[in-house]
């Protein structure tokens, strides 16, 4: 553990007073973060827990006042095309109730709105920066901080769920998924688009993981902290394959459809929860509901 000594370090990452200075190189286990050792980016990935949850939370909020320019660069616009396309098929109607989880400075909120104003629409996000960011942005918008693992609402009260580009981010990954699903009406519909380890024909493949990997944290250096962009690129990489998400989502008692885009290099389940709950569900609670 090292003390901050000055306002910034090397990478500008800190977690509660504790400066975490990423490596590019190898040889630092990091489970904890507590020791005297500091986490290369793919280590900070596979990070569980509280100490991904505090490194999640820290990472957006010092992204949060530019995270929408950065992504649109780094992603030369396709994040936001299959946002728009993972979101325009979805035939909702006015009065129903959507929570987008991970909802960052509530783009997928506005964007829902804009086409169906009569929705009843949440925020929710661990990062009170970027909690702060949508509520500048929307400042009509219902935004609130909290953790995909534990929401604060009861089972059954929303019609839709969004998670965007949030799913490979979550400390615990089973935990929020089941979270996802209890807060959804039966019949409710879960959208979780995320990037995947990429998919495809092998040359696509090597290319993708070399601009997540080399370019990407070369483009944003002039902008921001390049670690923090190693680490979403890690992250990316390490992420569950979008077919396990979806095995894992059926397990929780969904129909799931997944759909590609861009060969892969994004995915979005489409998530249906059934209609008849099973009293033997633990995760189930409430009464068997057609
Ligand atoms: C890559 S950003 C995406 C933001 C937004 N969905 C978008 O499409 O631009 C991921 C967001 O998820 C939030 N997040 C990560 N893990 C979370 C969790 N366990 N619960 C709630 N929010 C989480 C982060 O704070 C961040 O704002």
């Known amino acids: 553990m090292t003390e901050i000594k000055s306002p910034r370090t090397a990478c500008g990452l800190f977690h509660r007073g ?5 490596r590019q190189s190898e040889g630092h286990p ?7 050792t500091s986490p290369t980016a793919a280590q900070a990935a596979a990070l569980r827990g509280e100490p991904k949850r505090v490194f999640v939370r820290d990472l957006f909020d010092r992204l949060a006042p530019r995270y929408d320019r950065l992504n649109l660069v780094i992603s030369l616009g396709q994040t936001t095309l299959w ?3 993972a979101l325009s098929d979805l035939d909702l109607r006015s009065g129903q109730r959507v929570l987008d989880v991970g909802c960052g400075t509530g783009w997928t909120g506005r964007f829902l709105r804009d086409r169906c104003p009569g929705l009843e629409i949440e925020g929710l996000d661990l990062s009170p920066g970027m909690i702060a960011e949508a509520q500048r942005r929307d400042p009509q918008g219902r935004y609130f901080e909290g953790d995909a693992a534990a929401i604060a609402r009861p089972e059954a009260s929303y019609d ?3 998670t965007i580009y949030t799913s490979r981010n979550f400390p615990d990954p089973d935990r ?13 519909r879960l959208v979780l688009l995320d990037t995947f380890p990429p998919g495809g024909p092998a040359p696509w493949r090597a290319f993708h993981a070399f601009w997540l990997r080399h370019a990407v944290p070369a483009l944003v250096r002039p902008f921001a902290d390049p670690n923090a962009f190693a680490y ?4 990316i990489l390490a992420h569950l394959p979008a077919a396990e998400m979806a095995r894992r989502l059926e397990g929780l008692g969904c129909e799931t459809e997944v759909r590609a885009y861009s060969l892969g290099a994004a995915y979005r389940i489409l998530a249906t929860k059934s209609r008849i709950v099973s009293r033997a569900d633990p995760r189930a609670g409430g009464p068997t509901s057609l």
């Open 18 to 22: 504790i400066e975490v200075d990423f």
């Open 30 to 36: 990091c489970a904890t973060m507590t020791d005297a």
């Open 83 to 85: 946002r728009r396309a």
């Open 160 to 162: 839709l769920v969004t």
């Open 176 to 188: 929020a998924l089941s979270e996802l699903v209890r807060v959804l009406r039966p019949g409710g």
């Open 232 to 235: 979403l690129a890690e992250s």
